[in-house]
């Protein structure tokens, strides 16, 4: 599976962003997909996930502020993120892999990552 993440950008505190996540390969239904951040100095932080048989997972930091949604028949995994605030400045990727983790390690995958800034 390769993975081509885009949609990252500049956006003000409070305001709205949408991240894309192309998926090729044609066992993509059968793989969880999540998306992670990684600001400078930091280690990877899962964001959302979107487990193969249907389930979505959050973190606290993203819970009612973000949407992870996926569509397996284009092969693409979205990543809706409202109210946003300067802490989510980061780069983002898109993963996939076989078993859902929050941790970075469990996945097989990884879109090259898109840079978002969240001013202030």
């Known amino acids: 599976v390769q993975l081509q993440a885009s949609g990252g950008g500049l956006v003000q505190a409070g305001g709205s962003l949408g991240l894309s996540c192309a998926a090729s390969g044609r066992a993509f239904r059968t793989y969880s997909v999540a998306w992670f951040r990684q600001a400078p100095g930091k280690e990877r932080e899962f964001v959302a996930a979107f487990t193969w048989f249907g389930n979505t997972y959050y973190p606290d930091s993203a819970k009612g502020r973000f949407t992870i949604s996926r569509d397996n028949v284009k092969n693409t995994v979205n990543l809706q993120m409202n109210s946003l605030k300067p802490e989510d400045t980061a780069v983002y990727y898109c993963?996939?892999?076989?078993?859902?983790?929050?941790?970075?390690?469990?996945?097989?995958?990884w879109g090259q990552g898109t840079q978002v800034t969240v001013s202030s």
């Open positions: 993963a996939a892999g076989t078993v859902y983790t929050r941790e970075p390690g469990g996945y097989d995958y």
